[in-house]
């Protein structure tokens, strides 16, 4: 150890130095206690022998300087004195950590100095520990911060205001294992998924960010519930640990708000509620997600029909489990308590009842209500009226391209793909493809089937005709040695954006006779009329076998 | 397939998905996604995945109607896309079906 000695008189000093150096200890040496605090703060020794009594400033001061400077870190000070005053011995012990009364005995002073390295060691062990704890708390506050920005970013997405759904989700510490999750759908339609994870805090709420992303990506593409739970199960297969899974429904309600379609894995009973009563409970029929492979995995859902005094509640577990201090729960006799004697929001009654029933929150807690009374908000045509003027400004080109079939292609199975791939790039297209497509389709079909092939629907009337027709049809192509369709596509570079298709074809070519829908139930005749009814321009020209037809865009 | 019908576990209610084309060339698979199931069922035709649609397909829903006994037949036609609708509209079908 370094050892600073402060003594004024000589003799003791050279003394002490030299029984201190034999146990193999550094010593620096200071003639009073002004002199001490100097070399104190140069040479920052591991234990200070001080002399009580001495010139310029006693040891007294001097020790009390010393722990001054130094806060939290144990300097160990032993007072030499030659005072047998009590009073003074204990005064001493006030500031420094020990005494020895002079003459010096080395055999104590040796003991005295060796527990004293003991505790400092001690002490700095204990130092370094808090040291490593405090480097690590910090570490672990940024991590969490930067999770918690991660997950609030993956659920920032959520659609709030959807017209009839409301939704609540309370964390019972920093992080939720609740999940609740709403995507409406451009049709005035809406998914949802409520659903808790195995655990609370950060280890369960990880989960949800692989189940946001999906549940986004698949709503976006207007998956059906079936298709999103067996993907959200086999993503969390592969991303849980064996000992974790998750308790979750999904559903799909129309814009209507009439008709709902969900899958329920392993959350407690929902209920469908008519006024203040629960007409029926919808049961948990899944294991949870996360459980199952793909090949056991059930992906059924369950259909209800709904009616405008209808209203929904999903919830987790938290609520039915939440207990009071007398280890009571609140259970789903709490909740059906609720639903008979809430006005207004069940959603709001239900959060007071639970937090009255315990306010000091055990478990995460979510809930859903859907009131079908709202109906949903189809994303209208309004948007599109501002659409409808850019389209000059940027100064789309016209269009024109021509496709021609021969035998050969016209054998094939789906000879209009190339054409619908090609129209649905074209951003004027893309709004009502399927009004267009259909148009086209119409129009090729005709050519192909009265025209190449010479065909007629009247046996579309007959008994099983319908197909008879198509299998006729089919062997007729298959035999078919020439004969040709050709169509021509043109999209105008004006406003109103139009496009112009125009069929002809190698054969008779047959005028149709009614171009007028008719509220009939036959299953024909609807294809041309229909064609009628949507395009501006639809004229036959029989002598040359030709057709041409002017659809609207952005109509 | 292209085409796939489930009935619910009491057989009381059968989606039938229709993905891709929905048209002549899907003439029979149609057929038998309802033939086989009970009649007095509450029947869905769900189009969120159709991608296009002709005059037969109509001609095939028609049918589909006339076999399920009707004016009595439950048959709704869920996740048209707007185009989808339009066309429904255009043959007004949404007298003899329910469309959303």
Same mark, same amino acid.
């Given at each position: 150890?370094?050892?600073?000695?402060?003594?004024?008189?000589?003799?003791?000093?050279?003394?002490?130095?030299?029984?201190?150096?034999?146990?193999?200890?550094?010593?620096?040496?200071?003639?009073?206690?002004?002199?001490?605090?100097? &070399?104190?703060?140069?040479?920052?020794?591991?234990?200070?022998?001080?002399?009580?009594?001495?010139?310029?400033?006693?040891? $007294?001061?001097?020790?009390?300087?010393?722990?001054?400077?130094?806060?939290?870190?144990?300097?160990?000070?032993?007072?030499?004195?030659?005072?047998?005053?009590?009073?003074?011995?204990?005064?001493?012990?006030?500031?420094?950590?020990?005494?020895?009364?002079?003459?010096?005995?080395?055999?104590?002073?040796?003991?005295?100095?060796?527990?004293?390295?003991?505790?400092? !060691?001690?002490?700095?062990?204990?130092?370094?520990? /808090?040291?490593?704890?405090?480097?690590?708390?910090?570490?672990?506050?940024?991590?969490?911060?930067?999770?918690?920005?991660?997950?609030?970013?993956?659920?920032?997405?959520?659609?709030?205001?959807?017209?009839?759904?409301?939704?609540?989700?309370?964390?019972?510490?920093?992080?939720?294992?609740?999940?609740?999750?709403?995507?409406?759908?451009?049709?005035?339609?809406? $998914?949802?998924?409520?659903?808790?994870?195995?655990?609370?805090?950060?280890?369960?709420?990880? *989960?949800? &960010?692989?189940?946001?992303?999906?549940?986004?990506?698949?709503?976006?593409?207007?998956?059906?519930?079936?298709?999103?739970?067996?993907?959200?199960?086999? &993503?969390?297969?592969?991303?849980?640990?064996?000992?974790?899974?998750?308790?979750?429904?999904?559903?799909?309600?129309?814009?209507?708000? !009439?008709?709902?379609?969900?899958?329920?894995?392993?959350?407690?009973?929902?209920?469908?509620?008519? *006024?203040?009563?629960?007409?029926?409970?919808?049961?948990?029929?899944?294991?949870?997600?996360?459980?199952?492979?793909?090949?056991?995995?059930?992906?059924?859902?369950?259909?209800?029909?709904?009616?405008?005094? !209808?209203?929904?509640?999903?919830?987790?577990?938290?609520?039915?489990?939440?207990?009071?201090?007398?280890?009571?729960?609140?259970?789903? %006799?709490?909740?059906?308590?609720?639903?008979?004697?809430?006005?207004?929001?069940?959603?709001?009654?239900?959060?007071?009842?639970?937090?009255?029933?315990?306010?000091?929150?055990?478990?995460?807690?979510?809930?859903?209500?859907?009131?079908?009374?709202?109906?949903?908000?189809?994303?209208?045509?309004?948007?599109?009226?501002?659409?409808?003027?850019?389209?000059?400004?940027?100064?789309?080109?016209?269009?024109?391209?021509?496709?021609?079939?021969?035998?050969?292609?016209?054998?094939?199975?789906?000879?209009?793909?190339?054409?619908?791939?090609?129209?649905?790039?074209?951003?004027?297209?893309?709004?009502?493809?399927?009004?267009?497509?259909?148009?086209?389709?119409?129009?090729?079909?005709?050519?192909?089937?009265?025209?190449?092939?010479?065909?007629?629907?009247?046996?579309?009337? %007959?008994?099983?005709?319908?197909?008879?027709? $198509?299998? /006729?049809?089919?062997?007729?192509?298959?035999?078919?040695?020439?004969?040709?369709?050709?169509?021509?596509?043109?999209?105008?570079?004006?406003?109103?954006?139009?496009?112009?298709?125009?069929?002809?074809?190698?054969?008779?070519?047959?005028?149709?006779?009614?171009?007028?829908?008719?509220?009939?139930?036959?299953?024909?005749?609807?294809?041309?009329?229909?064609?009628?009814?949507?395009?501006?321009?639809?004229?036959?020209?029989?002598?040359?076998?030709?057709?041409?037809?002017?659809?609207?865009?952005?109509? | 397939?292209?085409?796939?019908?489930?009935?619910?576990?009491?057989?009381?209610?059968?989606?039938?998905?229709?993905?891709?084309? @929905?048209?002549?060339?899907?003439?029979?698979?149609?057929?038998?996604?309802?033939?086989?199931?009970?009649?007095?069922?509450? @029947?869905?035709?769900?189009?969120?995945?159709?991608?296009?649609?002709?005059?037969?397909?109509?001609?095939?829903?028609?049918?589909?109607?006339?076999?399920?006994?009707?004016?009595?037949?439950?048959?709704?036609?869920?996740?048209?896309?707007?185009?989808?609708?339009?066309? @429904?509209?255009?043959?007004? @079908?949404?007298?003899?079906?329910?469309?959303?």
């Amino acid at each position: 150890m370094e050892i600073l000695i402060a003594e004024d008189e000589e003799f003791c000093r050279q003394l002490l130095v030299m029984e201190l150096e034999d146990f193999g200890h550094v010593c620096h040496v200071a003639e009073n206690g002004a002199q001490a605090l100097e &070399i104190w703060r140069d040479t920052k020794p591991d234990l200070i022998l001080m002399d009580m009594l001495m010139p310029v400033m006693d040891g $007294y001061t001097a020790a009390r300087a010393i722990k001054e400077e130094q806060p939290g870190e144990h300097v160990p000070i032993i007072f030499l004195t030659a005072l047998s005053d009590e009073e003074e011995l204990v005064q001493s012990l006030e500031v420094g950590d020990d005494f020895l009364v002079k003459p010096i005995n080395f055999n104590i002073l040796r003991a005295k100095i060796q527990a004293h390295e003991r505790t400092l !060691n001690l002490n700095r062990q204990v130092l370094m520990q /808090n040291k490593e704890l405090e480097y690590f708390r910090s570490r672990v506050h940024s991590e969490y911060d930067m999770t918690r920005h991660l997950m609030e970013a993956a659920q920032k997405a959520n659609a709030t205001d959807v017209p009839g759904i409301d939704m609540h989700c309370t964390a019972a510490s920093f992080f939720s294992g609740d999940l609740v999750l709403l995507q409406d759908k451009w049709d005035g339609g809406a $998914y949802f998924l409520i659903g808790d994870f195995t655990g609370h805090g950060l280890t369960a709420s990880i *989960g949800s &960010i692989p189940v946001t992303q999906a549940f986004r990506t698949m709503s976006r593409r207007n998956l059906s519930v079936g298709e999103i739970v067996r993907e959200l199960n086999q &993503i969390l297969k592969r991303f849980l640990p064996g000992s974790m899974f998750f308790c979750a429904t999904v559903g799909e309600i129309n814009q209507a708000r !009439n008709r709902i379609e969900i899958w329920c894995g392993g959350l407690p009973d929902a209920f469908l509620i008519e *006024g203040n009563e629960v007409r029926r409970s919808i049961k948990s029929t899944h294991m949870p997600l996360g459980i199952m492979g793909d090949d056991e995995f059930e992906a059924d859902t369950e259909i209800l029909s709904l009616n405008g005094d !209808n209203r929904l509640l999903f919830y987790t577990d938290g609520v039915t489990e939440c207990s009071n201090a007398d280890g009571e729960m609140f259970g789903e %006799e709490g909740v059906i308590s609720v639903v008979q004697h809430s006005q207004g929001r069940i959603l709001d009654a239900m959060l007071q009842a639970v937090y009255e029933f315990n306010s000091d929150l055990q478990d995460d807690l979510s809930l859903i209500e859907i009131t079908c009374m709202e109906k949903g908000i189809a994303a209208d045509d309004g948007e599109e009226v501002d659409n409808i003027n850019p389209l000059v400004d940027i100064g789309l080109p016209s269009v024109s391209l021509e496709f021609s079939w021969w035998p050969t292609q016209l054998r094939t199975s789906d000879p209009l793909m190339i054409v619908r791939q090609w129209l649905s790039q074209h951003m004027a297209i893309r709004p009502e493809k399927e009004v267009v497509f259909m148009v086209i389709a119409e129009l090729f079909n005709n050519a192909v089937d009265h025209g190449v092939l010479n065909l007629f629907s009247d046996v579309k009337s %007959e008994e099983g005709g319908f197909e008879k027709y $198509y299998k /006729n049809r089919q062997r007729l192509l298959q035999d078919l040695k020439d004969g040709w369709v050709r169509m021509e596509l043109t999209i105008s570079s004006q406003l109103p954006m139009s496009l112009c298709v125009e069929v002809s074809d190698s054969g008779q070519g047959i005028s149709p006779l009614n171009l007028d829908l008719e509220d009939s139930d036959d299953a024909f005749g609807r294809g041309l009329p229909m064609v009628k009814a949507i395009c501006r321009e639809l004229k036959f020209n029989t002598g040359d076998h030709h057709v041409r037809a002017v659809i609207d865009l952005n109509s | 397939m292209t085409i796939e019908s489930r009935a619910s576990s009491d057989g009381r209610k059968v989606t039938i998905d229709i993905r891709g084309r @929905f048209d002549f060339s899907q003439i029979s698979q149609f057929r038998s996604s309802y033939e086989s199931k009970n009649k007095d069922a509450e @029947f869905v035709v769900d189009l969120r995945q159709t991608e296009h649609i002709d005059s037969s397909a109509l001609g095939m829903l028609l049918n589909m109607r006339t076999f399920l006994g009707g004016d009595t037949a439950q048959i709704s036609i869920v996740n048209c896309s707007p185009g989808i609708k339009k066309i @429904f509209e255009i043959s007004r @079908f949404d007298k003899k079906f329910s469309i959303s």
